[in-house]
């Protein structure tokens, strides 16, 4: 606790499995009272009657340290029966539903049967897993991304993985935002935090619909925010952002995502491998780390927060 | 199709395994036209947020020839990592739900959710599972079966895996029998049916639900009914069938069984441990069978069902 009195509170957006890491990192540098998550639930979506948070689980599962080790979703050590004989029975697999993920997903069901709101449920479910560090839904309430492509709309996942991201995405929306609210445990993290760290998730479809909520982007504008780049030499370790920014007419590159959320950050962490976009992104009026980014494994998680932390305690200094 | 000119059209009543191995020798010997089973749902509930329909799905199983070839319920090579998992993460595993078997209560609550009555839902995965004779829920209302407790009431599936039919059963009540239908297949199927088989399930839990719907028993009792008993040697070969029997102050034999029918049967099967009953279920007005009642494995069934069916001609010449 005498290490964490030096630390900053700090909120970490997140979504995927980029997110993820960063995540599991920095919950490895502070303790539950220094950290919350609040994670994407954009992509959330009704599946075999079941409600599936990818982003959420992804988080969940990393924090609790049962992640698959190489694949960006799902749990290490896990079989397909369930959906194996789903698929005998007409079921199309095309969502990989393995056996130990369906126990999570058929435990937040029963919850959200019996009246609990998302954020109860997610804090239930983490507890279960021995999480300590609040895991924080976006929203209690729906909000589902719609990618529009040259030949009409696509749910999130129909696009992400059903197509593979394979169809040219000319737009996004994000339906049910119109009436939804922050989730009361975000609004309140935020409101809580000295600084706000940004994890290298998909900027439109991971970070977007967190920051589209009301009054969620004002409150991590008034903070100290540092974001990490999704994009690191040109490409995107995992995931469309590449793609995405292509097709949107956008820089593929770290200082393309710099330019995206510039006016909203104070701080940038680029790859070491960026290093020559360095001088284009102070231009930005931004301050810059540039560091190993890639989080090959736990080390370098933990290794990266500590450089993150580091650097927001700087800008937290010169607020 | 010559051979079924001179076979019946026949109903089979059937609970759980035992009904379920009788009706599974019949579908051997009828084709689809000629064999409709209307199956207990009393002992139906929700669980882990789904609905699980024992006695449907045990006589689906055997039907489909997937069933467990040893214990009364359940699929054959069956995992249990789903439960497994969910047990770690603090469910209460008494209720052993297999991961194939998770499949179809997934596949069953998505088409109950998506508006189809549970007759509809069963054709529907009957037909998924190449199972062409028709498998009729009696009804497509929750009718639950409560079992009376010196030490209260217990919801059934509570009082027969839970506490594994310890407690003594007082009585026993048909909770939403008030307000529930019989379901419309299940009807059509008895006005169509020359002649009634109750198979060898629980009179009072398996039978007693079906028979309880408003216009069922008289529809039975019009037509030649034959039970076969599910008490042998003064056993129950599975279930609580006896101990029930005890507790409520019958004969514990296939002639309590016999009188329990009185009144609503013309022949009863008896095994052939237990001849010496014979004369005195005669005496009782009953055309009485003799033989092997025990089914050992398929070819046990399909003998069974074979005699059992002479037996329901000789009924129907004479009636």
Known sequence: MALNTALPRLVALAGGVGGARLAH??????????????????????????????????????????????????????????????????HDPWFRLGDKDLALHLLRRQMLAAGLRLTAVTAELARRFGVVHPILPMSDDPVRTV?????GELAFQDYFVRQRCRPRMVGMRLEGLETARPAPAAVAALERAEAVVICP?????SIGPILALPGLRERVQARPTVAVSPIVGGQALKGPAAKMM???????????????????IRGFVLDQ?????????????LRVLVTDTVMTDTAARVRLAGEVLAF???LIRES
């Open 201 to 205: 998730s998909n900027p439109y479809v």
């Open 147 to 151: 990618i529009g492509t040259p030949e």
């Open 246 to 264: 292509a097709e949107l007419g956008v820089e593929v590159s770290a200082l393309g995502v710099a330019r995206h959320y510039a006016g909203l």
């Open 25 to 90: 990192g920095l919950a490895h540098r502070l303790d539950p009272d220094h950290l919350s998550i609040i994670v994407n639930t954009g992509d959330d979506f009704e599946h075999l009657g079941l409600l599936i948070c990818p982003d959420l689980d992804t988080v969940l599962y990393n924090l609790a340290g049962v992640h698959h080790p190489d694949q960006g979703w799902g749990r290490a050590d896990e079989t397909f029966h369930v959906l194996e004989e789903a698929a005998r029975l007409g």
């Open 273 to 285: 491998r960026d290093a020559h976009l360095a001088p284009a992104v102070a231009a930005l009026g």
């Open 312 to 314: 927001v305690r700087e």
